[in-house]
């Protein structure tokens, strides 16, 4: 039986009553495992099991893989499911986590998505400048932990105020990186860096991510 903080990324039905539930846990990094029953109306799970919200899980080993048998609830961040700017972004954020993130304790990963869920959380209102920080900043923040240090990537990179700009991003909590604004340009050009990055990289293509930079 194991013990751990965890996000709820997404979840999918299952069966009758079931969910297989995708996690990022503080312990065990990316982790699924199926509840079993939730959907049942008595189900004493399901008010714990919300996506994006943070909750503290049981987990029981078995053949087939995890069950997640146990879950209180610890934020359900409220600010982020009452936005759906803030969903989007953070929708965006979770899709490139589940994607590229293995399982195993990674608390340099953990503090980048509760830095992440908690600014998007805290303020009742971000403009949309702030917002595609915050996306950014996330992107950039994940590469450098990963081993991919984009400002020293000259290939990717060609100096200026772009390479000064991703450096805050590497290198600043979340609310400091975004207090200098971004031209539009500039926004797109570092959204297009960090897609270009994950597919060279880590040979993944978001498609999304250069979608996202068309409308910035």
Not at 5 to 20: N, P, S, V
Not at 150 to 166: F, K, P, Q, T, W
Request: aromatic share 12%.
């Amino acid at each position: 039986m194991y013990h751990t903080r965890a996000f709820i990324l997404k979840h999918t039905e299952k069966g009758e009553a079931d969910l297989d539930v995708s996690l990022y846990t503080e312990r065990f990094g990316i982790t699924r495992a199926v509840a079993q029953g939730v959907r049942k109306i008595p189900a004493k799970l399901k008010g714990h099991l919300e996506v994006f919200s943070e909750t503290e899980i049981t987990l029981v080993e078995g053949r087939g893989g995890y069950r997640l048998i146990g879950a209180s609830l610890i934020n359900p961040h409220w600010g982020i499911v009452s936005s759906l700017e803030k969903q989007r972004l953070a929708a965006s954020a979770v899709t490139i986590l589940s994607t590229i993130a293995f399982e195993g304790e990674d608390r340099a990963i953990w503090d980048i998505l509760f830095d992440f869920f908690k600014f998007l959380d805290a303020k009742s209102y971000i403009p949309n400048a702030e917002c595609d920080g915050a996306l950014l900043w996330f992107l950039v923040k994940l590469l450098s932990v990963l081993g991919y240090t984009l400002s020293r990537d000259a290939d990717l990179v060609s100096g200026g105020n772009l390479e000064r700009y991703i450096k805050r991003y590497e290198e600043l909590p979340i609310k400091e990186a975004i207090e200098e604004p971004l031209s539009d340009e500039a926004r797109k050009s570092i959204l297009r860096i960090a897609s270009q990055s994950f597919e060279k990289y880590l040979g993944f293509r978001f498609l999304f991510l250069n979608q996202t930079a068309t409308v910035i």
